[in-house]
């Protein structure tokens, strides 16, 4: 894949746990990355492991955060479009796949990488699944970027079967380890029993990237 | 966070009776509850920045513990509360779980609470 890769997802850490392999390999192979994060996460209920923060002081954690986890990706481009965490589906969808639009117009990407419309489990992560396969949808088939489509709802693999595209975290999995650690007020406790071998089917989710491409029509 | 001490938020309460606070109330499960156990019910609200002002205030249990606000027209109810943070007139109460996830939340202060990431760009 040549050229720009535009990642567009709802929360910090979204991008780390799904898709910080493939974007550090972009980054290698001098591809530069624009990040759209949608919401700072206010609303997560992970405040630490132990607690080290509260609810009114985590969208400043949770800032400082994506900001250290993109330094470690390599990400030349983050963007902070100031949603609330739990509302994007509460937005209007047009608008928000207008401004999408709008993005990829000047960003350029060759690829696309979001969640999978119906099978991305959280609200957040369905709504802007849906505005970006609209956006997208709009193009004409001859200059729509590829897409990569992050599914993980249990129905996936029996109804969208294997995935479409995998890529091997391989040697960058120490990167994209530090890039989970930079989210340390969601991340600390996963990370831990991931160490103590507690969670073996996690860790082989988070060495093998896995992604769908959407039957635009 | 610390150990909620029950005569510091009853303090705090009786010194806010009939004063306009800025509320933020909250419980959750989580996102993803449901997804982890599907038998589970996943259910939570938040309401944030709403203004109220009540005749009674009182911190009731031995915790995890119980705020009840007597509003002039009806109730402001939460249970489950274990840890608080005060900061001048801004009073923090959360009920967090066996493994620190927060449950529940009621937070208070006279000026509104901060809204989305243009203010936390500010401060």
């Given at each position: 894949m040549t050229g720009p890769l535009l990642v567009i997802f709802p929360h910090p850490d979204d991008e780390a746990y799904s898709s910080a392999g493939t974007i550090i390999q972009h980054q290698k192979n001098g591809h530069p990355v624009t990040y759209v994060c949608l919401t700072l996460g206010e609303m997560g209920r992970n405040m630490g492991s132990p607690i080290f923060t509260t609810r009114e002081e985590l969208p400043k954690n949770r800032k400082h955060e994506l900001e250290a986890a993109c330094a470690v990706m390599g990400i030349s481009d983050l963007q902070m479009w100031g949603l609330r965490d739990k509302t994007v589906e509460f937005e209007d969808e047009a608008e928000l796949a207008a401004r999408f639009r709008a993005l990829i117009d000047n960003v350029k990407p060759a690829r696309v990488i979001s969640f999978y419309p119906?099978?991305?489990?959280h609200p957040d992560h369905e709504a802007t699944a849906r505005a970006v396969v609209r956006a997208l949808q709009e193009m004409d088939a001859t200059v729509r970027p590829e897409f990569l489509g992050v599914a993980f709802d249990h129905r996936t693999e029996t109804e969208l079967?294997?995935?479409?595209v995998i890529i091997e975290v391989g040697d960058e999995y120490a990167a994209k380890r530090e890039a989970l650690l930079a989210h340390r007020s969601q991340t600390e406790a996963l990370l831990r029993s991931i160490d103590n071998a507690e969670n073996a089917h996690v860790m082989e989710l988070l060495q093998r990237e896995r992604f769908y491409h959407y039957p635009f029509s | 966070m610390n150990t909620i001490q029950p005569e510091v938020i009853q303090a705090y309460l009786d010194k806010h009776v009939a004063t306009p606070l800025y509320a933020h109330v909250e419980t959750t499960n989580g996102a993803y509850a449901t997804h982890n156990d599907p038998d589970f019910h996943n259910a939570g609200m938040f309401i944030r920045n709403v203004v109220i002002e009540y005749s009674i205030g009182q911190i009731k249990g031995h915790g995890p513990y119980r705020v009840g606000l007597k509003l002039d027209h009806g109730w402001l109810y939460v249970e489950g509360l274990t840890d608080f943070e005060l900061h001048g007139d801004q009073l923090l109460l959360a009920g967090h779980d066996r493994l620190g996830r927060l449950a529940c939340a009621l937070h208070l202060d006279p000026k509104p609470l901060p809204q989305g990431a243009t203010e936390v760009e500010d401060q």
């Open positions: 119906g099978y991305a489990v079967g294997k995935p479409h | -």
